[in-house]
Every structure is written in structure tokens, then in C-alpha cells.
């Protein structure tokens, strides 16, 4: 079964802070994505990527970077973090494109921003 | 773009009995249906995909799609207080997955 780990679980961060959040898939998945999942709103897409070097936009891809440095590693960075960034974050990974083929998720890491 | 949302927002169902949960889309044109459950503290397990009108089955979750009626449900037959969680119900649409907000399922015991 898909493996998709994200660190840290949890982060607390001020405002204008730089948060750094990490995953992780050992599948050998081409695909991976960030998603922010808010009350009211289900799960957004921020960034995706199709390969190491890759970078994709998603929906709501202001105040996010994310860098894929290979094909097992994705990392969301917020380098002036705001409020409204305080969501749950999920990572997926999968073996074709968005939509196509079922997304591996990790756990989440919850980030509130002060 | 599509619109997707669940109902209703919280549910409580007694051990046992069947739990119904829906969900609309604005586009029919989709072909590519997903119900997933969250459980606090972890990630998005999906439970059944479906891609064509009728029924899908899946162990003890049933997933009914009419597109006509821009509608797909889940019942979950026999549910047990670990079925408690979050739904969610995801439709695909220009190689993207639109998610619901999703409905908190609370199974008494």
C-alpha cells in the first residue's frame, strides 16, 4: 500500500515567520500534490508536481512555494506566513495524472499561524 | 467550474442502522466519482470510486451515481462506531478533483 509521510504533524509559527513543511512518498509515484483543507471549504489544491524539478499551480497557489527536490520528496515552503494560512495540510501522491488515478494522502499537519 | 457539496453537514446514525450520505455537482459531464473518509489525526482513506451511472460496491459501502440528477450518494451498511469520521466526497473535472466540505459522521453505539 501506498507510503506518504509528512513532518512535522503539528507547527506554530508568527506571523511573518518561514515554515518549511515536508513529505515524503516511497512508492515511486510520478505525482505528488499539496492540498490546504479549511472548515466549509474541503480540500484545496495549492501546488503539484509530475517529477523531481517540476513545480505545477494549483488553485490557490498564492503565498505558497513548494519545491520538488525528488521524486520521493515535496516541500511546501511559506516564507511569510499570514493568519490565513492557519489550515490542515495534506500531501498525495499518485501514479498518473490528477483525477486519473487514486491519490496516496499522508496524515496532515495541522499549521496555526499567530 | 464544478461545484461540489455534501449533505448534510453532521449525521448521527445508531449502530446498525444504514447511513446515508450525498452529495451534488453542478457539471454531468464527469465521469470519475470518489467517496474518501477521514478519521481525526490521519489521512484520506478512499472508500469507493465509481465512474459510471448505478451502483458500486465495496465491502460495506455502496456508492449510487446519477448524473442526470447530478447525484451521487454513499450508504454504508451495518456501520460501527469506528466508522465515525469525516466524508468526503470528490468529482473529478478537468484532470482536477473537486472535493466537498464533507459530513461528519457520528455512529452511536
Known amino acids: 500500500e501506498a507510503a506518504v509521510t509528512q513532518s512535522p504533524r503539528n507547527k506554530v509559527t508568527v506571523t511573518g515567520g518561514n515554515v518549511t513543511l515536508s513529505c515524503r512518498q516511497t512508492?515511486?509515484?510520478?505525482?505528488m500534490y499539496w492540498y490546504r483543507q479549511d472548515t466549509g471549504h474541503g480540500l484545496r489544491l495549492i501546488h503539484y508536481?509530475?517529477?523531481?524539478?517540476?513545480?505545477q499551480i494549483g488553485d490557490v497557489p498564492d503565498g505558497y512555494k513548494a519545491t520538488r527536490t525528488t521524486q520521493e520528496d515535496f516541500f511546501l515552503l511559506l516564507e511569510l506566513a499570514s493568519p490565513s494560512q492557519t489550515s490542515l495540510y495534506f500531501c498525495?501522491?499518485?501514479?498518473?495524472?490528477?483525477?486519473?488515478?487514486?491519490?496516496?494522502f499522508g496524515p496532515g499537519t495541522r499549521l496555526t499561524v499567530l | 467550474q464544478q461545484k461540489v457539496q455534501q449533505s448534510p453537514e453532521s449525521l448521527t446514525v445508531s449502530e446498525g442502522a444504514m447511513a446515508s450520505l450525498n452529495c451534488t455537482f453542478s457539471?454531468?459531464?464527469?465521469?470519475?466519482f470518489r467517496w474518501y473518509r477521514q478519521h481525526s489525526a490521519k489521512g484520506l482513506e478512499v472508500l469507493v470510486s465509481?465512474?459510471s451511472d448505478g451502483e458500486k460496491e465495496e465491502g460495506r459501502f455502496t456508492a449510487h451515481l446519477n448524473r442526470a440528477n447530478l447525484h451521487v450518494s454513499l450508504h454504508i451498511r451495518e456501520p460501527q462506531p469506528s466508522d465515525s469520521a469525516v466524508y468526503l466526497c470528490?468529482?473529478?473535472?478537468?484532470?482536477?478533483?473537486?472535493w466537498g466540505s464533507g459530513t461528519k459522521l457520528i455512529i452511536k453505539p
Open positions: 508536481s509530475y517529477g523531481a524539478g517540476n513545480l
Open positions: 512508492n515511486s509515484h510520478n505525482y
Open positions: 465509481i465512474f
Open positions: 470528490a468529482v473529478r473535472s478537468n484532470y482536477q478533483l473537486i
Open positions: 457539471d454531468g459531464t464527469s465521469n470519475n
Open positions: 498525495a501522491s499518485s501514479d498518473v495524472r490528477l483525477g486519473n488515478a487514486e491519490q496516496f
